[in-house]
């Protein structure tokens, strides 16, 4: 199941105080030099370093490039640099599980700072270096860095975030602010409006609209133990109907990564090419639209994130001297400006922001825009990606206002029953996908055999369908066909019945088998 990709209804999670005053705040590891001024201190010598940075072709190749320059710009320091691709939204739960093995830098989604925090797997910036950060980079990126009033990693973007792409031919610049007359225009074109409903990260839009929140809340064991929230409420009925008004429409279409017939298709960066593509002179950007529900306007919301380095605590001052300022070089305004440049990554940096090419860039304006209208993306439990997305598909299928107000009853019941999951509950393992006349809504049970062995029953699987093992009902811990917590998919390989068996360490090691069964 894959993510973004990558929330706050306003599903900001509440990275309590109490949370981390049990913590102490400071009782991650941090060594006294630190961030610290590295004039005071000679850094001269050769250091190893391991470093996870984005999978995306090009990434890796650009930091190396940026290492080299920042020992050309400090003589005497040598970087020897292992660098592997690794998505940033599963960075932070594989260093969670493992923070002896993570990479001395790491690049990560800013919704998995309050785990990485807890896991003590990240070294504080000193003072000078905190206050430098900063100075230098939005509020918003700083506060995503931020937890309990302490700096804990380096802001690289400000661009996680959806806004709206449309057809200009169709849609007037006025006509893009509302639901109503964006709907009206595909329709009488033939167009679609490409927005996905059935995700949760874009369902949630309707409900920032209206002002429902989800503020989960973790102990300090960094477990969920509580969640204030007001989804299933008079509000929450206000933003199913206005997300019925598009769901049930002709026009509408929840794949919103591709840009066939597309007359509009909400999603974010990652698709300028795409949107450019296919719109040509028609393309538009801008914020989301507002809907209409009893004579009242509801502006759309939406998630907004960072990416942001974090540096793993260290033993030796001097060591942990150097990856300081090597992760400030590397998020720095130049470095910044070349990912823009590169891969149109949104900088945090407030000198890069200004650079006039940055400022005439299309998508980033509208995602500024929209920015408004944002929610920050914090800590939210796995479990509810798969609840929410279903109101998305509720909206869709109801056939009246008591269809809606169940399908809020059940939301309800469902997060209620994730406080009340036993411990067997949460430790079991179950299969999930498109499969068996399922789509990614239904976990198969599977059987804990000897050796951390776990089979499913037998089931009757299709070529190209695909699959995922996991616990718990949730995300936080599951394995894909490249491992541990990955981003892509098993895939059946051909029609027959099957046991789906994961053989499991207890950690971030696992394989999954296809077993054939006769008959």
Known sequence: MKMRKIMTLVLAVAMIVTCFAACGGNTTPNTPAAGTNAADVDLTGTYKITMWVSEKEGVADQFKQQIAAFEAANPGIKIDASIEGVTEADAGSKIVNDVATAPDLYCFAQDQLARLVQAKALAKPGKGAAETIKTNNDAGSVAAATVAGELYAYPMTSDNGYYMYYDKSIISDADAESLEKIIAACEANNKVFRFALENAWYTASFFFATGCKSNWTMNEKGEFSSVEDTINSAEGLIAMKGMQKLAQSKCYDGNADIFTDAGVVITGIWNATAAADHFGENLGATDLPSFEVDGKSYHLGSYTGNKLMGVKPQTDSKRAAVLSKLAQYLTGKECQSQRFESFEWGPSNKEAQASEKVQSNISLAALAKQG????????????????????????????????????????????????????????????????????????????????????????????????????????????????????????????????VQLVWDGAQTGTITLIPVQG
């Open 372 to 499: 408004e209208f944002g929610v920050p993306q914090g800590q939210i439990h796995g479990s509810w990606w798969d609840i929410a997305k279903v109101l998305g598909a509720e909206a869709k299928a109801a056939q009246s206002e008591d269809d809606l107000k169940t399908a809020l009853t059940e939301y309800k019941a469902a997060i209620d029953g994730l406080f009340q999951m036993t411990d067997e509950q949460k430790n079991a393992w179950s299969v999930i996908g498109n499969i068996c006349n399922t789509n990614w809504d239904t976990d198969i049970a599977m059987t804990e055999g000897p050796d951390g062995t776990f089979t499913s029953d037998v089931l009757e699987l299709k070529a190209g369908q695909e699959y995922k093992v996991r616990q718990g009902a949730s995300w936080d811990v599951n394995f894909g066909a490249e491992g541990f917590n990955s981003a892509t998919n098993c895939v059946v390989e051909a029609d027959g019945k099957y046991k």
